[in-house]
């Protein structure tokens, strides 16, 4: 499988999001990344249910959603009654991981679980199996435009070792500083799906940058 681009719009032009929702659908990208912050488990807060509803109705791509809260459970159904295709969730933030995932997949959307820079690779070993896919963060969660985390490039080389070891076809998405001065190097080490926010909105012509990061 070629490797897959998702623009996160937390980068976007808010007071232009459907312009830049067009530009996506218009653009090489295959996902949409959207990350909902609560201002609890992250020290920011984002958008929510209202802001997905808009970005919806225009995208003519699949919605990757990141939920950076406390108590995804309460919420699942919400996220797809609105038509979310893989709703992801922190391992950091689910004490019943699996009750979660499972949920998620009862409500016909792909079950994703994701971990934070200093959260080891094992703990995932009971759960590889039952999630589509796992999203390393190579930044701390909660705001954009940070800088890419090394240590990265091992612990996707750990993930990938486990998928294989348990027999698990769960993908692999970056979070965080993805550019095209680390996009080839996390291909190579394993990594299915690239995330840039920053990179692709901040850049002069952002379709040619995902289109780039795509044949990269």
């Known amino acids: 499988m070629s490797h897959l681009i998702a623009p996160s719009i937390l980068a976007s032009d808010f007071g232009n ?5 067009t530009l996506l659908n218009e653009s090489d990208a295959d996902w949409i990344h959207c990350d909902i912050m609560d201002g609890v488990f992250v020290p920011n807060i984002s958008f929510g249910f209202p802001v997905i509803e808009e970005v919806r109705k225009h995208a003519k791509k699949p ?4 939920l950076m809260i406390v108590e995804p459970y309460k919420f699942i159904t919400e996220f797809s009654d609105l038509g979310v295709t893989n709703l992801t969730v922190h391992y950091e ?7 979660t995932i499972q949920k998620i997949k009862a409500n016909k959307m792909n079950g994703c679980v994701v971990i934070n820079p200093h959260t080891p690779v094992h703990v995932l070993e009971d759960i590889i199996q039952d999630v589509y896919m796992v999203l390393i963060m190579s930044v701390n969660p909660g705001y954009g435009g940070q800088k890419f985390i090394d240590n990265t ?14 027999n698990s076809k769960a993908l692999i998405e970056v979070d965080g500083g993805v550019d095209l001065s680390n996009a080839r190097k996390l291909i190579d080490t394993g990594v299915d799906v690239l995330v840039a926010g920053s990179f692709v909105f901040k850049a002069d ?4 940058i995902i289109t780039q990061l795509k044949k990269v």
């Open 17 to 21: 999001l459907q312009r830049d929702i």
């Open 63 to 66: 919605l990757d959603v990141h």
């Open 93 to 99: 933030a689910c004490p019943n991981l699996h009750r």
């Open 153 to 166: 490039y091992s612990k996707i080389s750990k993930l990938k070792d486990l998928i294989i070891q348990k």
């Open 205 to 208: 012509n952002p379709k040619e």
